[in-house]
């Protein structure tokens, strides 16, 4: 039995999903706890108000 190249591309695709689907229920919640950002700038200037900007909530 010969597959066509759209068969064969289909079955890749849907054989993908079904890999990814699986894992992505097996993980953890995304962080599962607290993150910590370390900006080696003092506090006041431009880097730290970028940090700030970028760890807001």
Same mark, same amino acid.
């Given at each position: ?5 759209? !068969? ?8 993908l999903a079904l ?7 097996? !993980?953890?919640?995304? %962080?599962?706890?607290t993150i910590k950002?370390?900006? %080696? ?17």
């Amino acid at each position: 039995m010969l597959l066509t190249r759209r !068969e064969a591309i289909c079955g890749f695709g849907g054989g993908l999903a079904l890999l990814s689907g699986s894992r992505a229920l097996a !993980e953890a919640a995304y %962080p599962s706890r607290t993150i910590k950002m370390i900006l %080696p700038y003092p506090a006041g200037g431009t880097t730290d108000f970028l940090g700030r900007l970028v760890a807001s909530p």
